[in-house]
T-cell receptor
Framework: DAKTTQPNSMESNEEEPVHLPCNHSTISGTDYIHWYRQLPSQGPEYVIHGLTSNVNNRMASLAIAEDRKSSTLILHRATLRDAAVYYCILRDVADSWGKLQFGAGTQVVVTP | DTAVSQTPKYLVTQMGNDKSIKCEQNLGHDTMYWYKQDSKKFLKIMFS???????INETVPNRFSPKSPDKAHLNLHINSLELGDSAVYFCASSLGQGPYFNEQFFGPGTRLTVL
């Protein structure tokens, strides 16, 4: 499975945007880019996913580089509730087994 | 309405004991998973079941035995507990297996402490 690289931590002020980078230089053409987050003392939760085009949903936006070797998760207005570990995960479209390979993720700290 | 629930939330036990963790999902999903999060916070897949059939077993010691009595339940039984089994165990479910069934829903976790 292709690996991802994320910064260990990022800090943001409340109500400001947060841009979380993820490098995946060995991504294959059939890898989807998924983001999950884990709030303190909770299970992970799905945030967003994409393949080639940028994606938006109610939680976040996902910007994917043209060469797909990197992507950025954008939280448009960080709230205290967004403080969590954010995981960038690649999933091959040929993978029919469904497992998520979590890395260390990025710890996001939001200050009031 | 809890989508994926686990019991118990906390489990403290002695080495050598046998214990079970239960998981139930009310989402009508076909696929269920067990993940383990160790003290360093790394999350790793342990098992996956699809329609009550085992489809992933990630080199987990055979002291761990998942059981799926029906599509809505996936229980984890652990024999002869060891100190290294202390971790948080998460159950998850998804509509199907492949990346097209993209979203996995996780339970709140069960913190297992082996003394």
């Amino acid at each position: 499975d292709a690996k991802t690289t994320q910064p260990n931590s990022m800090e943001s002020n409340e109500e400001e945007p947060v841009h979380l980078p993820c490098n995946h230089s060995t991504i294959s053409g059939t890898d989807y880019i998924h983001w999950y987050r884990q709030l303190p003392s909770q299970g992970p939760e799905y945030v967003i996913h994409g393949l080639t085009s940028n994606v938006n949903n109610r939680m976040a936006s996902l910007a994917i580089a043209e060469d797909r070797k990197s992507s950025t998760l954008i939280l448009h207005r960080a709230t205290l509730r967004d403080a969590a570990v954010y995981y960038c995960i690649l999933r091959d479209v040929a993978d029919s087994w469904g497992k998520l390979q979590f890395g260390a993720g990025t710890q996001v700290v939001v200050t009031p | 309405d809890t989508a994926v629930s686990q019991t118990p939330k906390y489990l403290v036990t002695q080495m050598g004991n046998d214990k079970s963790i239960k998981c139930e999902q009310n989402l009508g999903h076909d696929t269920m998973y067990w993940y383990k999060q160790d003290s360093k916070k790394f999350l790793k897949i342990m098992f996956s079941y699809n329609n009550k059939e085992l489809i992933i077993n990630e080199t987990v010691p055979n002291r761990f035995s998942p059981k799926s009595p029906d599509k809505a339940h996936l229980n984890l039984h652990i024999n002869s507990l060891e100190l290294g089994d202390s971790a948080v165990y998460f159950c998850a479910s998804s509509l199907g297996q492949g990346p097209y069934f993209n979203e996995q829903f996780f339970g709140p976790g069960t913190r297992l402490t082996v003394l």
